[in-house]
């Protein structure tokens, strides 16, 4: 067992509490789920980078890795997804003894000068689908002797979401602290709309790279599938 190996087992092993953190009782345990976030997306940068400059990469690497990645997006976009989105439209009335919770209980949308927003259903279905189908899309290249490298826009695109996602965990564990210690003054109004402004924007660009990048993957490669019928 190498680092990079290790390291993808810590992020594998990180997942649940990544998912779970997230709807603690808490802010502190929110902000928990923040920090291991973090500390997620740091070693799936350096996992990587320790493989290829010092010869470390293996077969177990190179089935961990992905796991962990797939892993990791699981775990952030579905509480993404339920909290900054209306209880009323997921859980209340749905799990028992929820009916009771205030619809700000879990109402995590990013604050903006120009409102609220949640996370839209269909941009967690292009994000998640795009990723599921290029793994499918890579292994089915690989059986035909292709490697599909990652491209440009693709490494963009992975830094502008971890961007999106680390603005997010930070939101739910901030809006948590300021609605227990009642925060209502004018830095606490300007921090908000600031993170909400990073949180948006990021979003906005990695669905425009994660679309972008996908359409050269076809691009570029499709003609291998071609090929390998002719």
Do not use: C
């Not at 928990?32 to 973090?38: N, S």
């Not at 209880?87 to 903006?112: E, H, M, N, R």
């Amino acid at each position: 067992m190498n680092l990079p190996n290790a390291l993808s087992l810590g992020r594998i092993a990180a997942a649940p509490f990544i998912a779970l953190l997230p709807f603690g009782a808490s802010w502190e345990l929110r902000l928990a789920g923040f920090v291991l976030y973090i500390a997620a997306a740091i070693t799936d940068y350096y996992d990587g980078v320790l493989a290829r400059t010092r010869n470390l990469v293996t077969d177990v690497g190179k089935l961990l890795d992905p796991l962990a990645d797939k892993l990791l997006l699981f775990a952030t976009f579905i509480p993404m997804y339920l909290l900054q989105t209306s209880p009323t439209d997921w859980l209340l009335g749905v799990v028992p003894g929820t009916s009771w919770l205030p619809a700000a209980a879990f109402d995590f949308a990013f604050v903006t000068p120009f409102g609220r927003v949640s996370l839209p259903f269909w941009i967690v279905a292009v994000i998640v689908g795009r990723e599921l189908f290029m793994t499918l899309f890579r292994q089915a290249a690989a059986r035909r002797g292709v490697v599909i490298a990652a491209i440009g826009p693709a490494k963009w695109k992975m830094g502008f979401q971890a961007t999106w996602v680390g603005a997010a965990y930070f939101w739910f564990a901030a809006e948590s602290a300021a609605r227990y210690y009642h925060w209502t003054n004018a830095a606490w109004r300007a921090f908000a709309n600031f993170n909400g402004i990073v949180g948006v924007v990021t979003m906005s660009v990695a669905v425009v790279l994660t679309l972008y990048s996908f359409a050269l993957y076809l691009h570029r490669y499709s003609s291998v599938f071609v090929a390998s019928r002719g």
